[in-house]
């Protein structure tokens, strides 16, 4: 795999974006978000998205400087349409605008609709920490990326629905949790497949509902398996709240039969902590916490103890410095997309 510079993926992608519309702070922030998660070690949702972007903004189902509007609002409550531009600047707007509503209250919920791939939710939940507010989101596919087995079915009947939430720390990194409810993101196979490597057992079924390891055959009708793998009951149900949460309550769509467009609904909570406490309380008791679980014996991996955030905060000041490591057909399709857009793609 190709060693590339963080800047040299942000150029690139700030470059592809612009190219093809989308005004320069849409195409920083996306380039932002992308090689993020690729600085972060979650290549399945970072520049290799943008052959999917650019096909969606060809055919007219992804707009460029979109921008978003309010459908509705009340004291504590907004729902937003992203008008079916970037996903990464319509989350980043929307949590921007609850941020901002949550100055003068307690709690606030945000709705997002008709918007596009979002990309990593820990991005958005983020900002609520840096404002001193615990952020939740729960995101779904409005009822059309059906990628996962239902606990006890064999075949593709919903989506990998992930959750987020992040606590203001005292220091960052915050601590942060972003997880699918399937056993791994559709990102994650399509990641395996293009880096020729085998998936971990009890994740994937094939096309007749066996148990593989082989990425590709998941692409020929195959399915992802809920949280759990085998025993995954546990994430079904998470997955089916998230369903509700994200695509019924929000209005932007839930898992039937006939369903033309992706749209990655989501629901966002921001919490006041001081609600609930002085202020410090909650980075105080979040750090004792932390202090408590570290202090536990290792297991013989000798992995050690990691809290949620702290391994994509060590990835990215690693792969900063030594360079983000991109499969050679992600490469491929990147150097295709720049010669299709004039971008240039020789380092800087």
């Known amino acids: 795999m190709p060693l590339i510079l963080a800047k040299t993926l942000k150029r690139l992608t700030s470059d592809l974006c612009g190219a093809t519309g989308s005004p320069q702070e849409e195409a920083d922030r996306v380039a932002e978000l992308l090689v993020g998660a690729n600085l972060a070690g979650h290549d399945s949702h970072g520049v290799a998205r943008l052959g999917l972007y650019m096909t969606r903004v060809g055919e007219g189902r992804l707009v460029p400087g979109a921008g978003i509007s309010v459908l509705s609002e009340d004291e504590g ?15 980043t707007q929307t949590m921007a605008y609850a941020i901002d509503k949550a100055r003068s209250r307690s709690v606030v919920v945000a709705g997002l609709r008709e918007t596009n791939h979002l990309g990593r939710l820990s991005d958005y939940v983020l900002m609520a920490a840096d404002a001193g507010r615990v ?5 779904n596919a409005g009822g059309f990326s059906k990628l996962v087995a239902p606990y006890g079915g064999a075949t593709r009947r919903m989506s990998t629905n992930p959750l987020a939430i992040a606590f203001p ?25 293009a880096a020729g490597t085998s998936a971990p057992p009890d994740t994937i079924l094939d096309p007749e509902g066996k148990a593989t390891t082989d990425p590709s055959t998941f692409y020929e009708g195959g399915a992802i398996l809920s949280l759990g793998g085998p025993y995954g009951h546990k994430g079904f149900v998470l997955n089916f709240a998230i369903e509700i949460l994200a695509g019924v309550l929000t209005g932007a769509g839930y898992l039937r039969e006939e369903v033309d467009r992706f749209s990655n609904g989501s629901l966002m909570i921001l919490i006041d ?48 410095v030594e360079g983000i490591d991109i499969p050679p057909e992600t490469w491929s399709m990147l150097v295709e997309l720049c010669s299709k857009s004039g971008v240039s793609v020789e380092p800087e």
């Not at 409550?77 to 989350?91: E, F, K, L």
């Not at 679980?293 to 297991?299: I, W």
């Open 273 to 320: 902590p001081a609600a609930f406490g002085p202020a410090g309380a909650l980075q105080l008791g979040i750090q004792d916490l932390v202090d408590y679980l570290k202090a536990s014996p290792e297991d013989e991996s000798g992995n050690g103890i990691l809290v949620p955030g702290e391994r994509e905060a060590a990835m990215a000041e690693q792969r900063s």
């Open 135 to 139: 952020g939740l989101m729960f995101t």
């Open 77 to 91: 409550t907004v729902s937003i349409s992203g008008n079916w531009g970037y996903g990464q600047m319509a989350a």
């Open 169 to 193: 720390s005292a220091s960052k990194p915050h601590v942060c949790m972003d997880m699918s409810t399937a056993c791994v993101s559709e990102g994650k196979v399509a990641h395996w497949k």
